[in-house]
């Protein structure tokens, strides 16, 4: 019973994905109406992360964040799924990217570098960039564990235009292969997610004590490949823009900590400036800093 479910799913999915953009639109707006207001989709850990993260905002301005944000919510999860079957024509329509000269001036240098996303707007349309660019463009990713039938499609999904799908537990192993590759890589992190508590770099984030993997600084450290960071901006329903930051151009040269403290002033700017744009669903902050572990200060500039 639960493969026929998960098969049902994936069919459910891949049905959706054929459908127009103005039925996909009017789709998200019930989905919106379901979530925020029948089930109440993790209403409460919205509103806490919301509260502790701006605590200078009234109540009316959190209810209307909260609001956008789960109307954004909604259409990210029916642009997710229409991404399976968007041509290229619409892709080129809806997703505009800029600075592409970073990724081509380091390819012609041969190197492979380090791209940190983030978990605001359409992060999954990114993968479309394997067109413009001549790096092997390789997403870092955490396996769907209990519904492969679905992890197939989101792979199938994300790979369309020839880039790579990497579990999570294989990326370290990955940018060293690249690093030493005659076609330079591109390898994507999220480095907005929940690590371990024991996570070695805590560091004060939108007010609060907040866990970032060390796995980026690591990376880049050990194979000194240049950092730099991809932002989405909305522009329009189902419109976006991309933008890409030098953040640390030779990582051999700074401390650890200074890599992750770059990206993490430059995503807590890109949040305040559209904070319903985020993944505030999301437990954020359910782990505590253990007392043995340092908490870095940021930049008072």
């Not at 024509?89 to 505009?96: C, M, N, S, V």
């Not at 980026?216 to 000194?224: D, E, R, S, V, W």
């Not at 319903?276 to 505590?288: D, I, V």
């Amino acid at each position: 019973m639960s493969s026929f479910i998960d098969r049902f799913v994936v069919l459910l999915c891949k049905l959706t994905a054929r459908l127009p953009f103005w039925v996909i639109f009017g789709l998200a707006d019930i989905f919106y109406v379901f979530l925020y207001y029948v089930v109440r989709y993790r209403r409460k850990v919205v509103h806490e992360n919301l509260v502790h993260s701006f605590p200078e905002k009234s109540l009316a301005e959190i209810r209307t964040i909260t609001k956008k944000f789960y109307h954004h919510l909604s259409d990210l999860g029916l642009e997710t799924i229409k991404f399976n079957q968007m041509t290229e024509k619409q892709i080129d329509e809806r997703l505009k990217v800029n600075n592409l000269d970073i990724y081509e001036e380091y390819y012609n240098q041969g190197k492979s570098i380090i791209v940190l996303g983030q978990h605001h707007n359409n992060w999954e349309w990114s993968g479309s960039m394997q067109r413009l660019i001549k790096a092997q463009y390789l997403v870092v990713y955490n396996p769907v564990r209990k519904n492969k039938e679905l992890e197939q499609f989101i792979l199938q999904t994300r790979e369309r235009f020839g880039a790579k799908s990497i579990p999570v537990n294989h990326s370290v192993r990955t940018a060293l292969e690249f690093n030493l590759a005659k076609r330079p890589g591109a390898l994507i992190l999220a480095a907005d997610q929940t690590p371990p508590p024991n996570s070695q770099f805590w560091t004060t984030f939108l007010n609060q004590e907040t866990a970032f993997f060390a796995g980026p600084m690591k990376i880049a450290i050990k194979t000194n490949q240049p950092v730099i960071m991809h932002h989405t901006r909305k522009i329009g329903r189902s419109r976006y823009e991309v933008f890409h930051y030098r953040l640390v151009e030779n990582p051999a040269g700074v401390k650890p900590e200074e890599i992750m403290m770059a990206y993490v002033q430059k995503l807590e700017e890109i949040i305040r400036s559209e904070p319903e744009y985020w993944l505030w669903s999301h437990r954020r902050w359910k782990h505590k800093r253990p007392s043995n572990i340092e908490l870095h200060p940021r930049n008072s500039n």
